[in-house]
């Protein structure tokens, strides 16, 4: 009883400020992936501005659909030497900001 109400007010606390697109995209993002939060989002969009403009700008994630983002990102995530679990919150980011077919 008393764990269940302490997991209930940590995730109530979660307040993370996001523009209205990226709450948009965050919501698209969390019918398709359960469980996924607000941090990841913001974490992988993190990532991808510190891991992934070392070759070329940031790229807009809008201009690919989910398929395409499935195949270049973890292309990508290899040049950039991340590991497996910062790839999965880079493609998320991606796939939640990406074309929504
Ligand atoms: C070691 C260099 C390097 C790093 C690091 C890198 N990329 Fe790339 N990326 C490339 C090259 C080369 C291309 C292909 C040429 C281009 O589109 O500029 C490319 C292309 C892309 C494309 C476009 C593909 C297309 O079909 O137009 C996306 C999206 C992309 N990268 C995302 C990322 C993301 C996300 C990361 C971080 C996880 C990343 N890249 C890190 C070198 C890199």
Known sequence: ??????????????????????SANYKYAKAKFSGYTKEQFV???TLTETNCIKCHRMKDPARFTEEQLNKIIPNMAK????SDADK?????????SGKHS
């Open 1 to 22: 009883m008393l764990g269940l109400g302490i997991f209930l007010a940590s995730c109530a606390a979660s307040k993370v400020a996001m523009t209205d697109t990226e």
């Open 43 to 45: 974490q992988g969009k």
């Open 79 to 82: 040049k950039a030497k991340i």
């Open 88 to 96: 999965d919150l880079v493609l998320k980011y991606y796939i939640a």
